[in-house]
Nanobody
Framework: VQLVESGGTLVQTGGSLRLSCTAS????????IAWFRQVPGKEREGVSC????????YYPESVKGRFTISRDNAKNTVYLQMNELKPEDTGRYYC??????????????????WGQGTQVTVSS
C-alpha cells in the first residue's frame, strides 16, 4: 500500500490543522497507522497511533489532549486533528502503516509502509 499525507501548512501558535493519510493500492483497514514527526537534526518522534479496528489509540504526553487520531476506513484515510499548536510542533509529519501488528505503538521499526510526509510549521 502507498500512503500519502496532506494538510500540512503554516499556522500560527494556538491554531489547528487536520492532516490526512490516504492509502492507495490497498485497503487501509488492514493497517494500524501511526503519525511521526521529524525536525532536521533531531530524532523522529511518534505523536499518535491507532489500531486496525480504531478501538485503541495512543499519544505521548507532548501531544496528549491536543492531538486526536481517527480513521475512516470507507474513505481509506486516517486523520490527525491537531489543536492548540505550538512552535515545538513544527516538523515534517509522516504517516506509517503496519500490516503485521494490530497495535504496534510508536516503535517506528514495526511499521513497513511510509508516506513522503507533509510539512507543518507553527509560527510564534
Amino acid at each position: 500500500v502507498q500512503l500519502v499525507e496532506s494538510g500540512g501548512t503554516l499556522v500560527q501558535t494556538g491554531g489547528s490543522l487536520r492532516l490526512s493519510c490516504t492509502a492507495s493500492g490497498g485497503s487501509i483497514d488492514s493497517y494500524s497507522i501511526a503519525w511521526f514527526r521529524q525536525v532536521p537534526g533531531k530524532e523522529r518522534e511518534g505523536v499518535s497511533c491507532i489500531s486496525t479496528s480504531g478501538d485503541s489509540t495512543y499519544y505521548p504526553e507532548s501531544v496528549k489532549g491536543r492531538f486526536t487520531i481517527s480513521r475512516d476506513n470507507a474513505k481509506n484515510t486516517v486523520y490527525l486533528q491537531m489543536n492548540e499548536l505550538k512552535p515545538e510542533d513544527t516538523g515534517r509529519y509522516y504517516c506509517a502503516g503496519s500490516a503485521r501488528f494490530h497495535f504496534p505503538g510508536l516503535s517506528s521499526i514495526l511499521y513497513d509502509s511510509w508516506g513522503q510526509g507533509t510539512q507543518v510549521t507553527v509560527s510564534s
